[in-house]
């Protein structure tokens, strides 16, 4: 999960560089980064809650 975590981390920091660098318009940004950002907080929990449990 953590490995996930990352790379969803990765991913999040490419779609913004691309909007910020104007190849991506504000509304396609929405449509990807939105999820994108819902995942890595479930990922973020998960990987929280494992290593509490694993203790």
């Known amino acids: 999960m953590y490995i996930a975590l990352k790379e969803a981390g990765e991913t999040e920091y490419w779609v913004e560089l691309l909007y910020e660098a104007k190849y991506l318009e504000a509304k396609k ?27």
């Open 29 to 55: 940004f929405k449509i990807i980064i939105e999820p994108c950002r819902v995942l890595i907080r479930m990922l973020s929990a998960i990987t929280k809650t494992a290593k509490k449990t694993s203790k």
